[in-house]
């Protein structure tokens, strides 16, 4: 029999619009709603490699969740004689066989048999867009209604959400800001947060077409070695509860401490519309 050859391996950096998929994990074909990674997987069958092609994803985003750029490493064994792709025959394979999906890779590269995406990740930054100053869901612009987040009650006090974002900083057990599902028993509730900033964004990218515009966007900034599920929306809605003066500033270190996913408010939890993974760092 012909000698079967090492597969070769990649790193590829994506991006996509979250809206329309379960998540970015693969899901059973029948749903309604299918994760991004089946898209990733039937584009990469169409490239006729020898053995099926599982995408190994970095960051496992939500329903309706955003990335800027996600990571993934594959494995490509191609028939004998084949040479391995390019880097720039796998971005552009990829890319044909992927439309018209709202997914897109950005880059590729070859990468030792021993590179894991998931587990050799520095870290990962994620960004989350407030739109302030909509009285009503109605004054949101279409274009951003699926890309930002517009909390109800007015202006946020946006000194008061620095204050308590400071709490969050440092390594903490995250317990009360993490949502609950089947990996919780097995991962320690412990994470260090590296950076939270609370800054005003450039306004959208229509804006000098908005009319009525008492519109700004602000973005809030998280970076860690890896999240809790959840756990960056839980974090914003609990700064935003304190920017509309429904949480003081030092409740966000009571919820820490109260270390239990039950002491998380109610309702709280912003939603995934304006939540974006911006980048994955090795």
Same mark, same amino acid.
């Given at each position: 029999?012909?000698?079967?050859?090492?597969?070769?391996?990649?790193?590829?950096?994506?991006?996509?619009?979250?809206?329309?998929?379960?998540?970015?994990?693969?899901?059973?074909?029948? /749903?309604?709603?299918?994760?991004?990674?089946?898209?990733?997987?039937?584009?990469? /069958?169409?490239?006729?490699?020898?053995?099926?092609?599982?995408?190994?994803?970095? *960051?496992?985003?939500?329903?309706? @969740?955003?990335?800027?750029?996600?990571?993934?490493?594959?494995?490509?064994?191609?028939?004998?004689?084949?040479?391995? +792709?390019?880097?720039?025959?796998? @971005?552009?394979?990829?890319?044909?066989?992927?439309?018209?999906?709202?997914?897109?890779?950005?880059?590729?590269?070859?990468?030792?048999?021993? +590179?894991?995406?998931?587990?050799?990740?520095?870290?990962?930054?994620?960004?989350?867009?407030?739109?302030?100053?909509?009285?009503?869901?109605?004054?949101?612009?279409?274009?951003?209604?699926?890309?930002?987040?517009?909390?109800?009650?007015?202006?946020?006090?946006?000194?008061?959400?620095?204050?308590?974002?400071?709490?969050?900083?440092?390594?903490?057990?995250? *317990?009360?800001?993490?949502?609950?599902?089947?990996?919780?028993?097995?991962?320690?509730?412990?994470?260090?947060?590296?950076?939270?900033?609370?800054?005003?964004?450039?306004?959208?990218?229509? *804006?000098?077409?908005?009319?009525?515009?008492?519109?700004?966007?602000?973005?809030?900034?998280?970076?860690?070695?890896? +999240?809790?599920?959840? /756990?960056?929306?839980?974090?914003?809605?609990?700064?935003?509860?304190?920017? /509309?003066?429904?949480?003081?500033?030092?409740?966000?270190?009571?919820?820490?401490?109260?270390?239990?996913?039950?002491?998380?408010?109610?309702?709280?939890?912003?939603?995934?519309?304006?939540?974006?993974?911006?980048?994955?760092?090795?």
């Amino acid at each position: 029999p012909a000698m079967v050859g090492a597969p070769a391996r990649y790193l590829v950096f994506f991006q996509y619009l979250g809206t329309r998929y379960s998540g970015v994990m693969e899901t059973k074909s029948d /749903q309604a709603l299918v994760g991004v990674q089946n898209y990733l997987e039937k584009a990469a /069958q169409n490239l006729r490699p020898s053995a099926p092609i599982k995408f190994h994803i970095s *960051s496992r985003t939500d329903t309706g @969740v955003h990335a800027l750029a996600n990571a993934a490493h594959l494995d490509i064994l191609r028939a004998p004689g084949k040479a391995a +792709f390019s880097e720039k025959q796998l @971005v552009q394979g990829l890319n044909y066989h992927l439309k018209p999906e709202p997914i897109c890779i950005l880059s590729a590269q070859r990468v030792p048999g021993t +590179f894991h995406a998931r587990f050799c990740a520095l870290s990962r930054t994620y960004i989350y867009r407030l739109l302030l100053g909509c009285a009503h869901y109605s004054q949101i612009p279409v274009f951003e209604r699926d890309l930002c987040w517009a909390p109800a009650g007015g202006p946020l006090d946006v000194p008061a959400m620095r204050e308590a974002a400071k709490s969050l900083l440092g390594t903490h057990d995250f *317990s009360t800001f993490r949502s609950l599902n089947s990996e919780t028993p097995f991962q320690s509730p412990v994470r260090t947060l590296l950076q939270v900033e609370i800054q005003p964004a450039p306004l959208g990218f229509l *804006s000098h077409h908005y009319k009525h515009r008492e519109l700004e966007f602000w973005e809030v900034k998280f970076k860690s070695k890896a +999240f809790l599920y959840r /756990q960056v929306r839980r974090m914003v809605g609990a700064l935003v509860a304190v920017g /509309q003066g429904k949480l003081a500033p030092q409740d966000i270190q009571e919820l820490l401490e109260a270390k239990d996913s039950r002491a998380f408010p109610p309702h709280a939890m912003a939603p995934p519309s304006g939540l974006f993974l911006k980048c994955v760092e090795y």
